[in-house]
């Protein structure tokens, strides 16, 4: 079983249109979490962390279930500039290096 | 935020070739680098930390004396792929921990994409 997983997609949606987009982690020992953007043929950016308590950076919340190893990423009103790889992502357990998920595609359209 | 660089971007050679990337923070010192490789429509995946002076931890599946890693500077870590074949070709992409700074917080170069013919 892959540390991070999560839906490919690819999420096909309207401009103006919320989607919402699942990870699940296999090593309960993972401390922290974060939503990663690649852009195609490009490096990973970091877009936010993910706390316990749930967080929101303008359009984008992020949540987190430890008790279902469970972590979401919500956009709301979707812009064509959206259109990226979102990359759930973990801690491995010595805290040390970043686990990436596959990374679900997000497209965009007007 | 804070820069890393890789060099070079592109490298086509062909089979048997060895071929050296170098990473490099910019503008902070780094006292860790990480050495990922993302094949097309998968994840990164870690292949190695480098912690300045002393030797790489390779993960499990990378073999070492195929992806020699240096790290000798703050600022320099540099990935040589030795006898590089096809299989080798991928999109290759180091990331820096700033010394001192949050222990989250790791700034990723461009990416150097690799075809070995």
């Known amino acids: 079983r892959k540390e991070v997983e999560q839906d490919p997609g690819p999420f096909n949606v309207p401009e103006g249109a919320t989607v919402a987009f699942n990870c699940t982690y296999s090593?309960?020992?993972?401390?922290?979490f974060f939503w990663y953007r690649q852009d195609c043929r490009k490096e990973p950016k970091l877009l936010m962390s993910?706390?316990?308590s749930g967080n929101e950076d303008g359009r984008f919340t992020a949540q987190l279930n430890r008790a279902s190893q469970y972590i979401s990423l919500l956009i709301r009103d979707s812009k064509l500039s959206d259109s990226a790889t979102y990359l759930c992502v973990a801690k491995n357990q010595a805290g040390t290096a970043l686990i990436f998920g596959k990374g679900t595609t997000l497209s965009v359209s007007s | 935020g804070a820069v890393v660089s890789q060099h070079p971007s592109w490298v086509i050679c062909k089979s048997g070739t060895s071929v050296k990337i170098e990473c490099r923070s910019l503008d902070f010192q780094a006292t860790t680098m990480f050495w990922y490789r993302q094949f097309p429509k998968q994840s990164l995946m870690l292949m190695a930390t480098?912690?300045?002076?002393?030797?790489?931890?390779?993960e499990q599946g990378v073999e070492k004396d195929k992806f020699l890693i240096n790290h000798a500077s703050l600022t320099l870590s540099t990935l040589t792929v030795t006898s590089a074949h096809p299989e080798d070709s991928s999109f290759y992409i180091c990331?820096?921990?700033?010394?001192?700074?949050?222990?989250?917080?790791?700034?990723f170069g461009p990416g150097t994409r690799l075809l070995v013919l």
């Open positions: 993910v706390y316990s």
């Open positions: 090593n309960s020992a993972s401390q922290s």
């Open positions: 990331s820096a921990r700033a010394s001192g700074g949050s222990q989250e917080t790791q700034y």
């Open positions: 480098s912690n300045e002076g002393s030797k790489a931890t390779y």
